[in-house]
Structures are given as C-alpha cells and as structure tokens.
C-alpha cells in the first residue's frame, strides 16, 4: 500500500472549550503512538488553541473546519489561512455542510483549496453527490464535476511536497452524512476507482493520482470501518458523529492501520 491511511475527525459545531479539552484528554492516550495511520482531529475554530496544547507532543494532528480564502481584511466573522496556519496542520475545505448551507460553489472551494497550499496546510478536500442526485444516476457526473472545479489550477511543487501527500479528498454521499445510512464498501470504492482518482489524474497525471489520499465519510462508525478500509482505494474516513465518541473514534483508527 503506497498510501498512508488518515483518519479525520469532524467535531462539527458541538464543544465548548471545556469539553473539547475534556474529550480530547480521553482520546490521546488510546490514538496516540498508533503507527501505520494519521490521525487528526477538528475541533470548532474556539478550540483551536485549547486543543493546540494539548496535543503538543503527540502523533495527533489538528485540522480546523472550514477558512476564508483571503489573508487579511474587512471579513466579518471569518477566519483566514494564515490565523488557521498558526495552529493546524489541515483544513477541511467544501464539506457538503458549508455547500449547502452557506452557499459554498466550486469556485469558492478551489479558492480556498488554493490559498491551503499557499499557507502550507493540507486540504480535506470534500465531494459528494445528493441524494437526488444518486437517484438520478447523476452521481459520476457530479463528482467528477466537483473535483475538476475545485481543484482546478492547483500546482503541486514538484520538489518539497510533490509527493501528493498535501492534498487529501473525502468522498462523502451527502445522504450518507449523519444519516445512519453509509455507502456500501464497494460502491464507494467504485466511484474512487471509476470517477475520482481518474479526475485526479487527467488533473495531476497517473502518478500522482495513485499518491492522493482519498478517504469515505458518511455514517463511518466503530462496527462498519473495517469494511471500509478493506477496499483498495478507500484511505481512511472523514467520520462525523462518532468522533465525538471517545471508544468509537479509537475503534475506526484501530482499524485504519496497516
Ligand atoms: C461528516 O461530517 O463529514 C460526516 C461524515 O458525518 P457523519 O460521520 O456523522 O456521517
């Protein structure tokens, strides 16, 4: 296996300061010095700091949930990538969340994809159809559409981190996200093969589109995982509600590593 496996916990809108602290106290000792997968967490931008210090030290990385593509300005109540790149390692960037309810366009996602890379940060870069859309049959379309446009013009430096290991995709069915209905295994790992690591390559070329990690988000949980991570192109998951599950969250990483 050429690609490291990632697990990635999305904490959404949920911990206080007090609670992050409280939860990720509880998950360091059972996620840390695990070798063989990445793990990052993304606590809510007020937990950032709180968070920062406590997983000084460890094998854990941050990421945070979502930035602005500008570097300074008159910006109310966003958060640039350089005030981001103080503190975390990744980005989640275009989850179907902010897509929907914040009016996120392709065009918006590969701004901010862009301005990842120009503060060295490392986009989880999210996709995924609707479920209306995968009922239509429209799902190839709409994922290979999503790729193209938010990754559009992106330069990998060919030295440095020219190895693809600064750009990570979630492919997450948004019917899948927070439903308790996943993908199975090997749907998922159809539309990778079939859709996604072929638009990465027409994009990036071959090489390199064997090198980006691509991992599943929806409804990940403790007992469904191993499934998950079985299929040759799933790298790992973006997980939501059981990340926030101290057992569950260390279940899914355990199963992660290769
Ligand atoms: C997510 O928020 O990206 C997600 C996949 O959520 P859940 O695991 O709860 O479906």
């Given at each position: 296996m050429i690609r490291k496996p990632l697990i990635a916990g999305?904490?959404?809108?949920?911990?206080?300061v007090a609670d992050a602290r409280h939860l990720v106290s509880e998950m360091v000792p059972g996620l840390q010095?695990?070798?063989?997968v990445d793990k990052v967490v993304c606590p809510p931008h007020t937990a950032l700091l709180a968070v920062s210090s406590l997983l000084e030290g460890t094998d854990i990385a941050l990421g945070a949930q979502n930035m602005y593509?500008?570097?300074?300005?008159?910006?109310?109540g966003e958060i640039s990538p350089n005030m981001v790149a103080e503190f975390c390692e990744y980005v989640i960037l275009g989850h179907s969340e902010r897509r929907t309810?914040?009016?996120?366009?392709d065009k918006d996602v590969n701004r901010k994809v862009q301005a990842a890379f120009a503060y060295g940060l490392t986009p989880i870069f999210c996709i995924g159809e609707t479920l209306e859309e995968y009922e239509a049959d429209r799902t190839y379309e709409v994922v290979f559409r999503q790729v193209k446009m938010g990754l559009e013009a992106i330069q990998f430096d060919?030295?440095?981190?020219?190895?693809?290991?600064n750009l990570v995709v979630a492919y997450e069915p948004i019917w899948a996200i927070g439903t308790g209905r996943a993908a199975t295994p090997t749907d998922a790992n159809q539309v990778i093969a079939e859709v996604i690591r072929p638009a990465l390559g027409e994009l990036f070329g071959e090489g390199m589109a064997q090198r980006i990690r691509v991992l599943y988000g929806g409804s990940v949980n403790g007992e469904n995982a191993q499934g998950f991570f079985?299929?040759?192109?799933?790298?790992g998951a973006l997980v939501?509600?059981?990340?926030?599950k101290v057992a569950d969250f260390i279940q899914i990483t355990l199963a992660a590593v290769r």
């Open positions: 999305n904490w959404k809108m949920h911990m206080t010095s695990k070798s063989g593509w500008e570097t300074a300005g008159a910006f109310t309810f914040f009016g996120e366009t060919n030295s440095g981190d020219g190895d693809g290991s079985s299929q040759s192109e799933i790298d939501g509600g059981a990340s926030l």
